[in-house]
């Protein structure tokens, strides 16, 4: 039984009634990707969150940072898998296996991170990321200084904690829009 067919529960807006900019994102994403992300679609109904949206995910995911896009991607998994995101959980688990050549390891991470054998320091920071997810009153000195241990620097942790809060907003966001996943992502790099 495939997934409902809309995009979101509160509609999209037309792509040629964007502006100009947005239309450009929206071709470039067809070009680089074959197909606009359906959050992209989703978060066209507020244009300028939309820029917000893009900016603010480019910045955490894909700028500079001592965390790899593999791990932030990792993160984001194991955040949606928490929060038992839907569409994060299909569109950032196409990533893992995309960046990691592993195609078991974004399903792993989306049902039970525990079960994947990481390295001591990727292990670390998913047991945070998932702390700070669910228990954030609990996050502590001892949870910074165990990921100090296993090599993090003050500006990794810094990351690391803002790709989680990032991914708790977009669950969120997500969940109540009732937003679907392409279904490009079901297929990719298995």
């Known amino acids: 039984m495939p997934q409902p067919d809309h995009i979101s529960a509160l509609g999209v807006a037309d792509p040629a009634t964007l502006d100009e900019d947005l239309r450009a994102i929206w071709a470039k994403c067809v070009e680089k990707l074959g197909f606009v992300p359906n959050v992209y679609a989703a978060y066209s109904l507020r244009p300028q969150r939309l820029r917000n949206f893009i900016a603010t995910y480019n ?9 790899s896009k593999l791990e932030r991607e990792m993160v984001a998994v194991v955040v949606s898998s928490a929060n038992r995101c839907y ?15 592993d195609p078991e390891l974004g399903e792993m991470l989306a049902m039970n991170y525990r079960v994947a054998r990481l390295p001591a320091r990727q292990r670390a920071m998913l047991d945070y990321a998932w702390k700070l997810t669910t228990a954030l ?7 910074r200084a165990a990921l100090r241990a296993q090599g993090l620097s003050e500006e990794d942790i810094f990351d690391l904690s803002e790709v989680a809060a990032f991914f708790n907003l977009s669950n969120r966001m997500a ?11 079901h297929r990719a790099d298995r």
């Open 59 to 67: 910045e955490i995911m894909l700028a500079p940072s001592g965390l």
């Open 87 to 101: 569409y994060c959980l299909v569109a950032h688990g196409a990533a893992v296996r995309r960046l990691s050549g």
């Open 137 to 143: 009153h609990l996050v502590d000195d001892d949870d």
């Open 175 to 185: 969940a109540a829009t009732d937003m679907m996943p392409n279904r490009e992502y």
